[in-house]
T-cell receptor, first 116, second 114 residues
């Protein structure tokens, strides 16, 4: 069965420091994709970054990068130079191999609080 | 920047009433989805929609739920007879064709059933 595990329910980080949010996954699909979303207190779900299982390089989007270690089945999100506005819930999610299969299995989330 | 828009942002309804949540996906997107998030819980998949029909649905998406895209732009989720446990944030999402990732969510519609 597919599963996403986020082991950090909450994190406090000093402003301007780098942050690593953990995500491990389990799937038997040969092809899959991993997402990270940010959910501020206002509730919207903001797409941050996507990594396909066959992508040769780790995904990067501005200050966000995904540390994809396929053999370990981990897809950690790295936020460089954290800002106060990064305080939010962060969710890791996974899709299966079929093109239409965006049912997305979600992790429980990590609440990140950036301290000034 | 194109975005998925949802209305209403918040709706309060009485148990047993019908609710329609509306979504306008990004214009060149072909796959549409509804998810929900009960307060404090994980996001849950409800239904996916492609080529004017449901492609997949979860166990949550029972006969009380329906989706349609009546005019080629709006994508609606209808709950026929709301229950207390339907209270949640409902997210619409859309993406282009192909497995390139990037599933974009709307800001959500918070439904409160009293």
């Amino acid at each position: 069965a597919q599963k996403i595990t986020q082991t950090q329910p909450g994190m406090f980080v000093q402003e301007k420091e780098a942050v690593t949010l953990d995500c491990t996954y389990d799937t038997s699909d040969p092809s899959y994709g991993l997402f990270w979303y940010k959910q501020p207190s206002s509730g919207e779900m903001i797409f941050l970054i996507y990594q396909g299982s066959y992508d040769q390089q780790n995904a990067t989007e501005g200050r966000y990068s995904l540390n994809f270690q396929k053999a370990r089945k981990s897809a950690n999100l790295v936020i460089s130079a954290s800002q106060l506005g990064d305080s939010a819930m962060y969710f890791c999610a996974m899709r299966g191999s079929r093109d239409s299969n965006y049912q997305l299995i979600w992790g429980a989330g990590t609440k990140l609080i950036i301290k000034p | 920047e194109p975005e998925v828009t949802q209305t209403p942002s918040h709706q309060v309804t009485q148990m047993g009433q019908e609710v329609i949540l509306r979504c306008v996906p990004i214009s060149n997107h072909l796959y549409f989805y509804w998810y929900r998030q009960i307060l404090g819980q994980k996001v849950e998949f409800l239904v996916s929609f492609y080529n004017n029909e449901i492609s997949e649905k979860s166990e949550i998406f029972d006969d009380q739920f329906s989706v349609e895209r009546p005019d080629g732009s709006n994508f609606t989720l209808k709950i026929r007879s709301t229950k207390l446990e339907d209270s949640a944030m409902y997210f619409c999402a859309s993406r282009v064709q192909g497995a390139s990732g990037e599933l974009f969510f709307g800001e959500g519609s918070r439904l409160t059933v009293l």
